[in-house]
Structures are given as C-alpha cells and as structure tokens.
C-alpha cells in the first residue's frame, strides 16, 4: 500500500509539472509520431533492458542460478534510479539490490559495474568516432583504434602478477581493488557481446526517434543520439541527467544543419521519454518484490545495515 501510494504521488507531480504551458513545445514533438511507431519505439526499449538483464545474469551466473525476472527486476530499479538520483548517486542501487537478492558482495558487484560502465564507455565511444559528423578520418581511425587498444589491455594490466600487498598500507589496498577488479574483467562470458548488442539496438532506436522527433532522416539523426548517450556517460550528471544530454546531441546535430534550438528541443522530448520509460518499468518492478536467496528476509528494497 505505502509503495502504491508512493507512485501516485509521484506520478501527481509528473502529472503538475506536466501541465506547465511551457511544456507545449514538448508535446507538439510527439504529436507526429504514429501510435504504432510510439509503440514500436517503446517495444524495442524494453529488449534494451533484457538484454542488460542478460549481460548481468551471465556475470553472475552461479549467484542468479537462473532467475532472470529476479534479474530483470533489479536492472529496471537500478535504470531507473540513476535516471532519477542525480550526480551518479542511483548507481549505489545496483551492489545493494545484488547483494539482498543474490546475497553478492557490495565490493563484488560494485567492480562488476565499473567494469560494465567501462564497457559502456568503450563501445559508445567507438561508436561515437565512427559516427560523429565533420571528423577528420585520421581522427576517427586514431579514436577507434586508441578506444579498442585500452579495452583489450585493461583487464590484461588487471590480470598480471603485481607486487602490490607489499609496497606500503596505501599501495596494497589499491592491490586488492586491483585484484577484485581482475576477477569482474574475467567472469562474464559473452559481456563483450551483450554490450555491443545493447548499444547497437538502443542508440538505433533512440536515433529513429530523435529522427521523427526532428523530421529528418535516420541518418541524420543518429548522430545526436549517440553525442547525447556519450554526454550521459560523463562521470558528474544533474538531476536527472538534464542539460549535458541535450547539448550532446544538440553539438552532434549542427554539423547536420539542424540548428541549435531545435536540436536541443527534440533532444529534450527524446529524454523525457527515456526518462518515463526507465521510471514506469522501475516503479512496477519495484512493485513485485523477488524473493533474496538470503535467510533473513525477501527482498523488497536496499538492505539496512
């Protein structure tokens, strides 16, 4: 009952923000779009979130034992708090939720998410260098060949024998850390693959919005996704990740001739979608509970301490 009448009221100050005139703009972006496009659109979101859903039930295979939906359940709460908890602050979500559902370590799962926003980094980045418009192509090469040249000697640097437990306090805590993140860079199987296909499938989306958003073509839209998804990687967001992600994809979108206004206002509408998509799945996943594999107690929010 608290959880449902928290979502109300929530949804009733969405629902007053919303009705702000000067919101107009926002939904006249919308107006264009087809229900069956809307629909589509929100579909193919959706199989983002399963697809990340995959890429931690692979990391943690042995803890998930195959619980996907217990899975699935935890990436749409995390999505949507660090959508929500501004400065990165609903990234703490994730170690929690794991380790009161699956009983995983904070330390554990907190590498495993470095590793995957690092992941993430990377194959946006790439993706940014291929894409990006007005890039001299000895820049674009030299991005994309640096980008995939740290990505395959990290976890290398992480697995190689150190000498680091002996070299002072400072030091060989650092050595742990550097141990704790060279199991998370060796456990997955197909994390590579689960990534690619994740950014693959939700930047074309989120392109092919932008692009019905804007009236243009696909591939001149697509470019202000991925600036907007690169600007959103930046280690320090606001609330809600406003303002660095419009004017990324809004700086990608001039060297198309979109200008600066309008650039910034699709940009606007493409993540006020993507923030009530990521807040509406994360309040009915939260809304069905999963059962911890822990003794103590099912798993109905962050464990207290």
Same mark, same amino acid.
């Given at each position: 009952?608290?959880?449902?009448?928290?979502?109300?009221?929530?949804?009733?100050?969405?629902?007053?923000?919303?009705?702000?005139?000067?919101?107009?703009?926002?939904?006249?972006?919308?107006?264009?779009?087809?229900?069956?496009?809307?629909?589509?659109?929100?579909?193919?979101?959706?199989?983002?979130?399963?697809?990340?859903?995959?890429?931690?039930?692979?990391?943690?295979?042995?803890?998930?034992?195959?619980?996907?939906?217990?899975?699935?359940?935890?990436?749409?709460?995390?999505?949507?708090?660090?959508?929500?908890?501004?400065?990165?602050?609903?990234?703490?979500?994730?170690?929690?939720?794991?380790?009161?559902?699956?009983?995983?370590?904070?330390?554990?799962?907190?590498?495993?998410?470095?590793?995957?926003?690092?992941?993430?980094?990377?194959?946006?980045?790439?993706?940014?260098?291929?894409?990006?418009? =007005? #890039?001299?192509? %000895? !820049?674009?090469?030299?991005?994309?060949?640096?980008?995939? /040249? $740290? *990505?395959?000697?990290?976890?290398? &640097?992480?697995?190689?024998?150190?000498?680091?437990?002996?070299?002072?306090?400072?030091?060989?805590?650092?050595?742990?850390?550097?141990?704790?993140?060279?199991?998370?860079?060796?456990?997955?199987?197909?994390?590579?693959?689960?990534?690619?296909?994740?950014?693959?499938?939700?930047?074309?989306?989120?392109?092919?919005?932008?692009?019905?958003?804007?009236?243009?073509?696909?591939?001149?839209?697509?470019?202000?996704?991925?600036?907007?998804?690169?600007?959103?990687?930046?280690?320090?967001?606001?609330?809600?990740?406003?303002?660095?992600?419009?004017?990324?994809?809004?700086?990608?979108?001039?060297?198309?001739?979109?200008?600066?206004?309008? =650039? #910034?206002?699709? %940009? !606007?509408?493409?993540?006020?979608?993507?923030?009530?998509? /990521? $807040? *509406?799945?994360?309040?009915?996943? &939260?809304?069905?509970?999963?059962?911890?594999?822990?003794?103590?107690?099912?798993?109905?929010?962050?464990?207290?301490?």
């Amino acid at each position: 009952m608290k959880r449902a009448f928290s979502i109300i009221v929530t949804l009733a100050l969405l629902a007053w923000l919303a009705s702000d005139s000067r919101w107009k703009m926002v939904g006249d972006a919308f107006a264009s779009i087809t229900p069956g496009a809307f629909a589509a659109v929100t579909l193919s979101l959706f199989v983002t979130y399963v697809l990340r859903a995959l890429r931690v039930c692979d990391e943690f295979r042995d803890e998930v034992n195959g619980r996907f939906a217990a899975c699935l359940r935890v990436i749409l709460i995390h999505n949507a708090m660090i959508n929500v908890v501004p400065f990165r602050g609903g990234e703490t979500a994730f170690p929690l939720l794991l380790r009161q559902v699956f009983g995983i370590s904070i330390v554990r799962a907190s590498a495993s998410l470095l590793w995957f926003r690092l992941q993430d980094a990377f194959v946006v980045g790439v993706l940014a260098c291929l894409v990006w418009p =007005g #890039l001299h192509p %000895a !820049l674009r090469a030299a991005g994309i060949a640096g980008l995939i /040249a $740290v *990505a395959w000697y990290l976890p290398r &640097w992480a697995r190689a024998p150190h000498d680091w437990a002996g070299r002072g306090r400072i030091v060989s805590k650092l050595g742990k850390l550097r141990d704790i993140f060279t199991e998370a860079t060796g456990r997955s199987r197909y994390g590579w693959w689960w990534t690619v296909a994740n950014w693959t499938l939700k930047l074309a989306v989120q392109g092919w919005l932008l692009a019905m958003l804007l009236g243009t073509s696909f591939q001149t839209a697509f470019p202000g996704a991925v600036g907007a998804e690169a600007a959103a990687i930046l280690p320090v967001q606001g609330v809600a990740g406003f303002g660095t992600y419009e004017a990324g994809a809004a700086a990608a979108l001039l060297y198309s001739g979109i200008a600066m206004k309008d =650039g #910034l206002q699709a %940009a !606007l509408a493409l993540h006020l979608f993507i923030l009530c998509s /990521a $807040v *509406a799945t994360g309040a009915i996943a &939260w809304l069905f509970p999963s059962k911890s594999t822990l003794p103590e107690s099912p798993a109905t929010g962050p464990a207290r301490k």
